[in-house]
């Protein structure tokens, strides 16, 4: 079997996606890369690690040829938030990694997974359980980049067979890497306060709706899409899949089941709250049921619990 090449592998995808694939298929077959290094004992230096700018096609075709790969996950870009105050870097890391990891792709015959987002979508495409295929205006940086990062996937493999694939994922959640710079971060800065302070100021307005997944399903989804048979994939690069849909004000009702005292105001952020409002409200994710078989495994109670349990032990909190 050859290797799997993990790029972007110390952010909130790749800190849980990287143990799931070595579990699956061993700890010496999943290799880790970043801009960064793992800090010393963490999970993801359980492995081969190989440091990798997505900026660099040398960097990424080294790590490649050395470790016979056969499979890019690639994960390295900038999220939405942090794409609208640095466009420019923005466009470098998102299209002009993913490029280079294409050509690279191309080069040595690998197969890729890229992530798309809800971010694909803009004002102008249908709010309430927006289609596989429909209008893609998008007016942030990064959902620009998602977009022509579907476009040029599919490019790659309909011109030189690269088999590459994708998912648009909704807002993410997770107990194990910290918020990254996303519009949805609230989701998850929410349980980390409940916890530490019994209170959080949301960025966003107690009504913003969107969807959200935990990130096991996130991790699950990306696993299955890759093992699923490609003749039976229509739409490759740009699969919606959703889980849960739910607002602030929602979400910390569930919270206050568990913490009774728990609190939440609001302190509106403009710039994330119009990320937010250009977004669909639901996705209809009925194309990646049908053509290979997606199913979530978690809803906003199931989380709720788990989350808090996870992070009560994660940071040393009492019951």
């Known amino acids: ?23 699956r298929y061993g700890e010496d077959h999943v290799v880790a890369s970043d801009i960064r290094m793992p800090a010393a004992g963490s999970a993801l230096s359980n492995g081969p690690f190989h ?4 900026t660099s096609q040398r960097q990424i075709q080294e ?39 294409l050509e690279v792709a191309r080069e040595n015959s690998c197969a890729v997974f890229v992530p798309s ?40 493999h309909t011109r030189f067979g690269v088999d590459s694939r994708g998912l648009r994922y909704p807002g993410l959640i997770s107990y194990v890497a910290p918020p990254g710079g996303g519009t949805t971060d609230y989701a998850v800065e929410i349980y980390y306060d409940a916890i530490e302070h019994g209170r959080y100021s949301c960025f966003l307005g107690p009504n913003t709706r969107l969807d959200m997944m935990y990130m096991p399903d996130a991790v699950k989804a990306a696993i299955d ?5 490609g003749a039976r994939l229509e739409h490759r690069n740009a699969f919606n899949v ?40 639901s996705i209809d994710d009925t194309t990646a049921r049908e053509e290979w078989g997606w199913s979530p ?23």
């Open 1 to 23: 079997m050859k290797r799997i090449l993990v790029t972007g592998a110390l952010g909130q995808i790749g800190s849980e996606l990287v143990p799931a694939l070595r579990e």
């Open 225 to 229: 899409l890759m093992e699923a048979d």
């Open 117 to 156: 987002s809800i971010g694909a979508f803009g004002p102008s495409t249908p709010k309430d359980d927006t289609p596989q295929e429909t209008l893609q205006r998008p007016t942030t940086m990064y959902g620009v980049t998602k977009v022509a990062g579907e476009l040029l996937c599919d490019y790659y």
């Open 242 to 281: 959703a889980a849960m849909n739910f607002t602030p004000e929602e979400v910390a009702a569930e919270i206050a089941k568990h913490i009774p005292e728990f609190t939440i105001s609001y302190t509106v952020d403009p710039v994330r709250q119009g990320i937010a409002d250009s977004w669909p409200n």
């Open 51 to 54: 440091h990798v700018d997505c």
């Open 63 to 101: 790590a490649v040829r050395r470790f016979e790969v056969g499979t890019i996950y690639h994960l390295a870009s900038l999220l939405s938030a942090v794409a609208e105050e640095r466009p420019q870097t923005a466009w470098d890391v998102n299209m002009g990694g993913l490029y280079r990891v």
């Open 297 to 319: 495994s978690h809803d906003l109670e199931s989380m709720t619990s788990d989350m808090l349990e996870q992070l009560r032990r994660k940071l040393g909190a009492a019951g």
